[in-house]
């Protein structure tokens, strides 16, 4: 890939006037359900032909289940899908892709351990022969703009590479519609660019897409046409060239979005709380990434917020920081005191929070009770959790109550198991756990992934109220429009390497994504 | 038609009490089947194998001391599976712990006064640690599957055995047979309540139920269940997988130590190429039983321990193999988890999607 | 001599071969199966049953082979449909086995076994020395290495193959993609439990024809470490197969070869070994990694 003409996309694209002659993907009615759950409720949805068709919503809403009916991953459970005039059944993956309907998965569908020829062919009905295939392989990747090496082992190349595995592999089918499911969450805005070139063209030549999304902006962009599901069912249809984000928003979440507050008077930067020095680490396993000098100063009442594609060392950092990845003593200074090998506990003792990127698995027992995940981390803080050896079960118990008071985690019943909540409430419980303690600093990962809006708004209020009131906060996050909204300073983290921090106010989309690919891509075009 | 699992929210409270006991029901009705197919009267062959052995006294304390070393070995499994340290060498840690607490009695034999028992007893804890150490020490050292080694040493510790008492430790007044001398009085575990069951039991109810309030109510306790289910979140919390692992082996085998100890010095009296009927393994079927906890492990102990006396009693009384005892204990352990899957699962049928093209799928 | 040594470790080598190749596609699918020993044992005693009533060698080991399978569609059951915890299963499959065929042999023990006839290969088995060994052997041994071959091709030669090691790979994946996890498991399972029946009818109708309880005495466990120790490829298992076929024997032949060691010592060699390969090859991080199939032991629930 390395350097990209930064070329303008054509957002010119002319208004479609929906006919109804030209539908190519027609679901009326569509429901799904999930025990008691109704994921998608009566769903109506046109897709004409070459057409760029907007899937809006938040998480949860419904976009990925509707999506997956239409590819035959899931069966619904009444309404019907009519395609190119003929009502169809859409059985199962093999009969999606026999109609023409191919599928870019948001969490890739696959396959660490084989390279790419393999994975492709593992989608196509009939490969036919493998070396024949690798040579289609090739044309077709650099044809429109997305260089494979079709002998490369999946587990080697990083996700902007892998996400071209999965198109390739609808384009090789001659695909009528194009199913993207959040497609740019993993790339780079200079990758993103290039991934609206492909769609472009792919459009223009009478292919048809359904993008999801939940990146206002993009969708502004580059598509024709919007349908907008809230709580499965579909709430709306427009044009968002003549729509703005604001009102795509209040569309999607159905009232008033509160914007977070991020102009408070700011205090005067204290001292420096977190310090790393020169941290390095070598890679823990063969897919793991390795850290290189990464310097960085976390002072008191600033948010500081690391930007950076997946796969960039993001998690390393982290448990380098955490202390659940040991290194040598001075890399790392909590209050000036070294302690790069010291235990998270040592580390929480001084007053240090810490939030993962998984909070089911990592930051919480999926079947633990809330009360007992609060034990988790709060063992050995000072907390009264533990008496003698003795959990009291008493005390964690009101902390539940307090926390999911201060931090609105709804939940069905007293006290459930962590699994049984939602992604967002989860969230805001595995915070509010956190910033409960007042810490002096907190690191966070990935704070509101796969977090519905409202809770990741009081989730970023609550990390700006933190730092206001002179706690030292870190943020690691892929989504620039949260960094954007919180940090008082940006650095990027590409490849186990960390950029300068620099003022928020001085830097741009253009500049962090030049500083992500910078050193990042050594999959060059294929010659 | 289909059978279709669908996820349960949180685990089902009910099903964790039930699933044990709808697993043994399942069980007699399979053991009634084996009956019938035996050419037995089914409900006589039920009666003969569950009920009788409660009825009397000598085939009640001869449950109670087989349900014994179970009830023990289990509860030191139950911490080791909790944890995700799936050790299934018990077997030979009992063997190895038995062999250590007899050293006094078959090379000291003269050292005969109050501490002798104690030393023993303390001596097959230490061995039976120590065999378990050594799956332990290369799991966390070189990250080696602890299920292969642990069971390859087994094998092991029976060939040890059956060595020594053949060899080097053959009672020089035993006539050739391979055996050790017989303990002296001194080296004997002695029997309490009236001769109905020997010192082993009151010690090992004593530790089941400490076990039990250190798994539910401590810190340690709230480590294991952690590790168990998520180990990055016991990383998360502090905690070390390593030491776990070392302590939950060290635990389990030494609890099979004392058990093989106790087994030898209370009712063997001497050491033989064979003092366990499967113990090591049997224990992983009352772990499983018992739900991973002590208190119903001490139930699970007792049901499996009745198996054994049960085996017996068909054999006399109506003419059936007794190895009708492991086909049934290998019955009830393949119930217990498949009832377990109800705690976390509702089990659907689904029929398949009839020709209709709109795709209703109708639900039986 | 030699040539009777040579013999000792094919014989030896063959039961644990057949056992290995057959768990290795098993663990390529991603599923655990540790009851290996319950159904070699059960291919034993059921091979030896049929032969001994039917007075058919051959319909011995077509039990044998219904019998592996048997035990492994209850694992299958258990695992893939219920969703068990496969370690414990796969115990409680070696449990039942060992259970199960000690009450079916006891009517057994001490009978006269039937072999199975050596093939007499024309010719070639005439050659002085190489050929009584390597062109005179049981039906079962040339069966072994074309299960290997077979496996091999297979697994790396064509598309089935290809759709097995991602459902390995990745489940998740394999199952977008429109591949039936459970099926191609199941199946996998299936034919691990023919392979562990056929070793099983081989020790009982061959190796030693005759019926001894726990006859097989960890073998199916040392299959296990075997799959392990070829890290999945199908040529290895045969070295694997055949070192500690040679390890197994030196009990056997200690005595000719002068060695003053305590018997059991030597026939806790192989278990010793066994540890000592395993830790080898674990200790090598990149290669455990590498080859290991991702999804190994990992149970899955489609959602439909």
Redesign the interface.
């Known amino acids: 890939m390395g350097t990209e003409n930064h070329s303008e996309v054509d957002t010119a694209a002319a208004p479609f006037a929906r006919s109804g002659k030209d539908k190519l993907l027609d679901a009326q009615g569509l429901t799904k359900r999930f025990g008691d759950i109704l994921a998608n409720d009566a769903v109506d949805l046109t897709i004409n032909k070459g057409e760029i068709h907007a899937l809006l919503g938040e998480n949860g809403a419904g976009k990925s289940t509707l999506v997956k009916m239409f590819y035959g991953s899931l069966e619904p459970d009444g309404g019907e899908i009519w395609w190119d005039g003929q009502k169809v059944a859409i059985d199962n993956p093999a009969a999606a892709r026999e109609l023409g309907i191919g599928m870019v998965f948001q969490h890739f569908s696959l396959f660490e351990a084989l390279n790419v020829v393999e994975n492709i062919a593992l989608a196509l009905p009939n490969p036919g022969n493998m070396k024949d295939l690798a040579k289609r392989i090739e044309t077709v990747s650099r044809e429109y703009g997305l260089p494979l090496n079709p002998s490369d082992i999946v587990a080697d190349l990083p996700v902007g590479i892998r996400q071209r595995i999965e198109i390739v592999r609808c384009l090789l089918q001659e695909p009528r519609l194009i199913i993207m499911d959040e497609p740019t969450s993993v790339l780079t805005p200079q990758e993103a660019d290039q991934l609206f070139l492909t769609l472009q063209r792919l459009a223009s030549e009478g292919c048809a897409v359904l993008y999801i999304s939940h990146r206002l902006e993009e969708v502004q962009r580059i598509c024709h046409h919007a349908t907008i599901l809230r709580h499965g069912q579909v709430v709306n249809e427009c044009d968002p060239t003549k729509e703005t984000p604001a009102t795509l928003a209040s569309m999607m979440v159905g009232a008033e979005v509160i914007a977070v507050n991020a102009a408070a008077q700011k205090p005067a930067i204290g001292d420096v709380r977190l310090g790393l020095n020169r941290l390095s680490a070598p890679a823990a396993t063969p897919f793991a990434t390795a850290l290189n000098n990464i310097s960085l100063e976390l002072r008191a009442g600033e948010v500081v917020a690391i930007a950076g594609v997946a796969g960039n060392g993001q998690g390393e950092l982290f448990d380098a920081i955490s202390g659940e990845m040991r290194v040598a003593p001075d890399m790392i200074r909590l209050d000036g005191a070294p302690c790069g090998a010291k235990g998270i506990n040592w580390r929480r003792k001084k007053n240090a929070a810490f939030v993962p990127e998984e909070r089911l698995g990592h930051g919480a027992v999926p079947g633990m009770k809330l009360s007992q995940n609060i034990v988790l981390t709060r063992h050995s803080t000072g907390d009264k959790l533990v008496n003698g050896g003795m959990v009291s079960t008493a005390n964690a118990g009101e902390m539940e109550q307090r926390i999911k008071k201060a931090f609105d985690v709804r939940m069905s019943h007293d006290d459930p198991e962590a699994r049984s909540l939602s992604g967002g409430n989860l969230q805001k419980f595995v915070v509010g756990r956190e910033l409960d303690r007042q810490p002096g600093v907190l690191v966070i990962n990935q704070p509101t992934w796969g977090v519905d809006a409202g809770a990741a708004a009081l989730i970023r209020q609550a990390i700006i109220d933190l730092a206001r009131s002179g706690s030292a906060v870190l943020v690691i996050s892929q989504d620039l429009d949260e960094i954007f909204e919180i940090a008082d300073k940006i650095a990027v983290i590409s490849r186990g390497y960390l950029s300068e921090p620099e003022p928020a106010a001085d830097m741009t989309r253009e500049r962090v994504g030049l500083l992500m690919a910078g050193g990042a891509e050594t999959q060059g075009e294929v010659a | 038609m289909r059978i279709e699992l669908v996820k349960r929210k949180e685990h089902s409270e009910l099903m964790s009490l039930m699933s044990p006991l709808i697993a043994v029901g399942l069980t007699a009705l399979s053991a009634a089947i084996i009956f019938a197919i035996s050419g037995v009267n089914p409900a006589l062959g039920l009666y003969k194998f569950f009920i009788e052995p409660l009825t009397e006294q000598w085939s009640l304390e001869a449950t109670i001391e087989k349900a014994t070393p179970l009830i023990l070995i289990g509860c030191g499994l139950a911490v080791c599976y909790l944890s995700n340290n799936w050790n299934i060498g018990a077997e030979g840690q009992f063997v190895v712990g038995a062999m250590f607490g007899s050293i006094l009695p078959v090379v000291f034999p003269s050292f005969e006064n109050s501490l002798t028992l104690p030393l023993m007893l303390i001596s097959g804890v230490i061995g039976g640690a120590l065999w378990a150490m050594i799956p332990a020490l290369l799991k966390t050292r070189f990250n080696t599957n602890e299920i292969l080694t642990s069971l390859m040493l087994v094998y092991v510790a029976g060939l040890l055995l059956d060595y020594l008492v053949r060899g080097p430790w053959r009672d020089p007044d035993g006539f050739n047979f391979p055996e050790s001398r017989i303990f002296s009085d001194a080296a004997t575990l002695p029997d309490v309540f009236g001769g109905m069951m020997s010192l082993a039991t009151p010690i090992t109810i004593i530790i089941a139920l400490v076990l039990a309030l250190v798994l539910a109510k401590t810190i340690k306790g709230f480590e294991i269940r952690v590790m168990g289910e998520s180990p990055r979140a016991g990383s998360f919390a502090g905690f070390s997988a390593k030491r776990l692992t070392i302590f939950s082996f060290a635990l389990a085998g030494g609890l099979a130590g004392l058990a093989g100890t106790m087994v030898v010095s209370g009712s063997l009296n001497q050491l033989l190429p064979s003092i366990s009927p499967g113990y090591g393994f049997t224990a992983i079927i009352v772990a499983f039983l018992g739900r991973l906890n002590p208190i119903g492990i001490i139930i699970a102990g007792f049901v499996l321990a009745l198996s054994y006396i049960g085996g017996e009693g068909v054999q006399s009384g109506l003419g059936v193999s007794n190895k009708i005892a492991s086909v049934i204990q290998g019955l009830l352990l393949f119930y217990v988890l498949a009832c377990d899957t109800l705690i976390l699962y509702r089990i659907r049928m689904v029929s398949r999607r009839a020709a209709n093209p709109a795709g209703e799928v109708s639900h039986v | 001599m030699f040539e009777a040594v040579l013999l000792t470790v094919i014989t030896a080598a063959t039961p644990l071969l057949i056992a290995a190749i057959g768990e290795l596609v098993v663990e390529r699918s991603g599923v655990l199966n540790?009851g290996v020993e319950g159904m070699m044992i059960m291919g034993a005693v059921i091979g030896f049953a049929v032969a001994n009533q039917t007075g058919s060698g051959t319909l011995g080991v077509i039990g044998a082979i219904a019998a592996g399978m048997a035990m492994s569609a209850?694992f299958g059951f258990?695992v893939l449909?219920?969703?068990?915890?496969q370690?414990?299963?796969g115990?409680?499959l070696t449990?039942?086995?060992?259970?199960?065929s000690?009450?079916i042999g006891?009517a057994y023990i001490g009978v006269p076994g039937l072999r199975i006839p050596e093939l007499y290969i024309p010719i070639l088995s005439d050659i002085p020395f190489i050929g009584p060994v390597f062109f005179q052997q049981d039906a079962i041994v040339y069966i072994g290495f074309a299960l290997v071959i077979g496996v091999a091709y297979f697994l790396f030669g064509t598309?089935a193959g290809?759709?097995l090691?991602?459902v390995g790979?990745?489940h998740?994946?394999?199952?977008?993609?429109?591949?039936s996890v459970l099926k191609i498991r199941f199946m996998a399972v299936l034919f691990g439990g023919a392979c562990a029946g056929l070793a099983g009818a081989y020790m009982s109708l061959a190796y030693t024809p005759q019926w001894v309880e726990n006859m097989t005495?960890?073998r199916g466990?040392i299959a296990?470490?075997l799959v392990?120790f070829a890290s999945w490829l199908p040529f290895r298992v045969i070295i694997g197969a055949y070192l500690f076929g040679a390890v197994s024997v030196l009990n056997l032949h200690a005595q000719a070869i002068g060695l003053g060691v305590?018997s059991?010592?030597l026939?806790?060699l192989p278990?010793?070994a066994?540890?000592g390969v395993?830790?080898l090859i674990?200790?090598n991080?990149?290669l455990?990694?590498?080859n290991t199939?991702?999804c190994l032991g990992k149970p899955f629930?489609p959602?439909?």
């Open positions: 540790l209850l258990l449909v219920l969703v068990a915890n370690v414990a299963t115990l409680a449990i039942l086995g060992l259970g199960l000690g009450m006891e598309r290809l759709i090691r991602s790979d990745n998740g994946s394999a199952h977008a993609l429109g591949y005495a960890g466990w296990l470490a392990v305590p059991q010592f026939s806790s278990y010793l066994t540890i395993l830790v674990s200790a991080r990149r455990t990694l590498v199939p991702a629930v959602d439909r």
